[in-house]
């Protein structure tokens, strides 16, 4: 079975522009959740969707950010416009319901220069 | 209250020895605590959890200890290998009463280094 994968793997952006991180979590999986981890920091919770609703987005840090799950699939989080604090690694996870373990994607570094 | 203390921020342990790390939390509602295992480059995966009903659970040479009462648990790994270093996380989370476990509250991390 293919795991979660996400899409870049990395990215440099400069302060004010835009970018859309891309989930595709594993097939089936109606969970999905976004973590991220700034350096030295521990890895916080953002959101968690159920398909294509936001079950809890208590975790996201402002409203520059927006999480998008259309169709229940693949996810997008997209930071408009990015600040140099946004710098992390972006970590995608999936799980069957919401009683089963999660699976981590590889994650995305953003660096915001 | 939603915090996750870990301890310690680096381990060096040879090869064979045992490596223990330690977690703490004030939360009394969790009831899910999982450790993950981080290689550079890699995501998180789940190592082995536990819930307060046991004291103990025991995968392979991985073990966690759970202490309910000092709001304590631990990850022992038992004849560490080079293959282990990695960077470990526990975590917390509250699964039942409508919560989900995979909301995770997670330590800052320790980066293990197994000595050849």
């Known amino acids: 079975e293919a795991g979660v994968t996400q899409f870049p793997s990395h990215s440099v952006i400069e302060k004010g522009q835009t970018v859309t991180l891309r989930c595709d979590p594993i097939s089936g999986h109606d969970n999905l959740y976004w973590y991220r981890r700034v350096m030295g920091k521990e890895i916080k919770f953002l959101l968690h969707?159920?398909?294509?609703?936001?079950?809890?987005e208590s975790g996201m840090p402002n409203n520059r950010f927006l999480a998008e799950r259309t169709g229940g699939t693949y996810s997008t989080l997209k930071v408009q416009p990015a600040e140099l604090e946004d710098s992390g690694v972006y970590f995608c996870?999936?799980?069957?319901?919401?009683?089963?373990?999660?699976?981590f994607g590889n994650g995305t570094r953003l660096t915001v220069t | 209250q939603q915090q996750v203390k870990q301890s310690p921020q680096s381990l060096i342990v040879q090869k064979g020895g045992i490596s223990i790390i330690n977690c703490a939390y004030e939360n009394t509602a969790f009831d899910y605590f999982p450790w993950y295992q981080q290689f550079p480059g890699k995501g998180p995966a789940l190592l082995i959890a536990i819930r307060p009903d046991v004291s103990e659970k025991k995968e392979g040479r991985f073990t966690i200890s759970f202490n309910k009462s000092a709001k304590q648990f631990s990850l022992h790994i038992m004849d560490s290998q080079p293959g282990d270093s990695a960077t470990y996380f526990c975590a917390a989370s509250i699964a039942s009463y409508g919560g989900s476990q995979g909301n995770l509250i997670f330590g800052k991390g320790t980066k293990l280094s197994v000595k050849p």
């Open positions: 996870a999936s799980s069957q319901d919401g009683f089963s373990p999660l699976h």
């Open positions: 969707f159920v398909k294509e609703s936001k079950q809890d």
